[in-house]
């Protein structure tokens, strides 16, 4: 059975590191993987992607100089190291593939079910 599954969130303190990872096993994966997080309330946007056949890497503006991307291609993981984290940051984290790269949202295929984030004191 096709899975698609992210893991690593949890509660950190603003300045605190968190490593997140995405898993997909029983199918085979897009161009690129990203990662994208949303609030309650709010609307999903992009975070990073990268590209399964080349390693090229997208990031946000916001999180430039704190996040990592990098990606494990025989082992079908991907994974998002985020450092300097701040409380606007709390989001519910989803990985995500479809045959695009870029950071908007409406144009992945497949999405697992969010780890959540939450970074407070």
């Known amino acids: 059975q096709a899975q698609f599954v992210e893991s690593g969130g949890g509660l950190v303190q603003p300045g605190g590191s968190l490593r997140l990872s995405c898993a997909a096993s029983?199918?085979?994966?897009?161009?690129?993987i990203g990662w994208f997080r949303q609030a309650p309330g709010k609307e999903r946007e992009g975070v990073s992607c990268?590209?399964?056949?080349?390693?090229?890497?997208l990031y946000a503006d916001f999180v430039k100089g704190r996040f990592t991307i990098s990606r494990d291609n025989a082992k079908n993981m991907v994974y998002l190291q985020m450092n300097n984290l701040k409380p606007e940051d709390t989001a519910v984290y989803y990985c995500?593939?479809?045959?695009?790269?870029?950071?908007?949202?409406?144009?992945?295929?497949?999405w697992g079910q969010g780890t959540q984030v939450t970074v407070s004191s």
């Open positions: 990268i590209s399964t056949r080349d390693g090229s890497t």
């Open positions: 029983g199918f085979t994966l897009g161009y690129s």
């Open positions: 995500a593939t479809g045959d695009y790269y870029g950071l908007l949202s409406d144009e992945y295929a497949y």
